[in-house]
């Protein structure tokens, strides 16, 4: 199970009556440094002026927001991060709270093409931001499973997960993905990487991925495996 962290509250002034005259400016707003066995990143909130808001449209005067939470890594080995945005009221896209599932290589910072983003006016500024992080393991390990415990995997169209930035790069490649199961629930438990395609956009979609995969007559209270393929052009 991914480590629970306490939410950093961001201090943030409010804008005032007299202010919102002024054209917003770029921000970064550090969150806090976390280390966990192998893993060790520190996260920030991007927020920068923006023209894809779709209600609060941007003018010469104000502007408005695009906030993105980033995760930068700080191990030697890649990380699979369980990232969480509050807003204090609904965005441009009708949401207060995004979560998302991501990939971050070592030494990189979480690429803007796989982490959420939410668009708004200046004045709505998150209440708080996390990020939990567990170490992608560097060489996979074998894993039996009892035939009697096998049972089948429903898997959706990868094709409809395939990130279009990776699609332009040509980016090809498997990724396996370890998880659990429970007691009358047909869905995955507890998803992780445990072998990377070679490409952050990819882990990250099969993350995305795997939360429409179904299982059937697999035995609750064993790991299982499951490799998704994302290939172009057949």
Not at 82 to 102: Q, T
Not at 145 to 152: I, L, S, Y
Not at 183 to 199: A, H, I, M, Q
Request: charged letters at 25%; proline letters at 5%.
């Amino acid at each position: 199970m991914f480590r629970t962290s306490v939410g950093v509250l961001l201090a943030l002034v409010s804008f005032q009556a007299g202010a919102a005259t002024k054209r917003f400016k770029d921000q970064i707003v550090e969150g806090a440094s976390h280390e966990v066995g192998a893993a060790k990143w520190h996260d920030d909130l991007s927020r920068t002026v923006s023209y894809g808001c779709t209600q609060s449209k941007p003018d010469d005067s104000v502007g408005c927001v695009h906030n993105a939470v980033r995760i930068h890594n700080e191990s030697s080995l890649a990380l699979q991060c369980h990232v969480l945005l509050e807003m204090p009221a609904p965005d441009d896209y009708g949401k207060s709270r995004y979560e998302a599932d991501v990939v971050v290589f070592a030494g990189r910072v979480a690429d803007a093409d796989n982490v959420f983003r939410s668009f708004g006016p200046v004045a709505l500024v998150p209440n708080r931001f996390t990020s939990d992080c567990i170490a992608i393991p560097a060489a996979i390990e074998p894993l039996e499973v009892p035939e009697e415990c096998r049972g089948k995997v429903l898997t959706p169209g990868i094709s409809d997960f395939y990130p279009p930035a990776s699609v332009r790069r040509d980016e090809q490649g498997k990724v396996v993905l370890e998880y659990g199961v429970e007691e009358g629930s047909k869905t995955l438990l507890d998803v992780r990487v445990v072998s990377s395609s070679g490409f952050e956009g990819l882990d990250s979609a099969a993350l995305r991925a795997a939360k429409f995969v179904r299982t059937f007559g697999q035995c609750p209270g064993r790991r299982y495996r499951i490799t998704l393929a994302f290939t172009l052009g057949g």
